[in-house]
């Protein structure tokens, strides 16, 4: 089983260029998010999705903007890339109902320079 | 405002010992709690979650957690800990019900040293 895929799986970006992070999912899951995880800061909610075509900002948005055109993706963008966004980012998925786990994917290492 | 604490950046024990790593949570109405454990360049694993019922949870590898409403905390447990034990540990709360239902919100985590 797949379960939840990221890629890329590292990246080194200069400052001002833009990336897009794919998650994909075989679950068939209706929540998905996106967290970055800094050193001391745990891991932190930048957006999240409860369906195809719905998204909402988490805890730390700004930077970034996401898309869920189909289900089983999820979308990270980065328009214009800044230092402070250099961070490993993971992808989870859960089902819909709240009282059940989340599953994660293996993160995406990212450096901006 | 809806969160979930963890109060010690690091824990050491000794291999053999019991552990506990600890978690506080502030949620309106009934809280789901999970603990999930991340290894070394990987991404997290669930280990168990309280939902609802017997306070004493069991999860995986014979990592137990209780919960206590009272002290509204939700704190991880072994009885005897193992050197591969040692990891970075997270507690998580997810929302039930209003505008940010199924959210996932995790505390800092809790970096566990176990030393034979």
């Known amino acids: 089983n797949a379960g939840v895929t990221q890629t890329p799986k590292f990246r080194v970006l200069k400052t001002g260029q833009s990336m897009t992070l794919l998650c994909a999912q075989d679950?068939?899951?209706?929540?998905m998010y996106w967290y970055r995880q800094d050193p001391g800061m745990g891991l932190r909610l930048i957006h999240y999705?409860?369906?195809?075509?719905?998204?909402a900002k988490g805890e730390v948005p700004d930077g970034y903007n996401v898309s869920r055109l189909k289900k089983q993706n999820f979308l990270l963008g980065l328009e214009s890339a800044a230092p402070s966004q250099t961070s490993v980012y993971f992808c989870?998925?859960?089902?819909?109902?709240?009282?059940?786990?989340?599953?994660f994917g293996q993160g995406t290492r990212l450096t901006v320079v | 405002a809806q969160s979930v604490a963890q109060p010690e950046d690091q824990v050491n024990v000794a291999e053999g010992n019991p552990l506990t790593v600890k978690c506080t949570y502030s949620v309106s109405g009934n809280p789901y709690l999970f603990w999930y454990v991340q290894y070394p360049n990987r991404g997290l694993q669930f280990l168990l979650k309280y939902i609802t019922g017997d306070n004493l949870v069991k999860g995986s590898y014979g990592f137990e957690a209780e919960f206590n409403k009272s002290q509204t905390s939700f704190h991880l447990k072994k009885p005897s800990a193992l050197v591969s034990d040692s990891a970075l540990y997270f507690c998580a709360v997810r929302f039930g019900y209003g505008g940010s239902q199924g959210n996932l919100i995790f505390g800092k985590g809790t970096k566990l040293s176990v030393k034979p």
């Open positions: 999705s409860v369906g195809e075509g719905t998204t």
């Open positions: 679950m068939n899951h209706e929540y």
């Open positions: 989870a998925s859960s089902p819909f109902v709240v009282n059940t786990e989340a599953f």
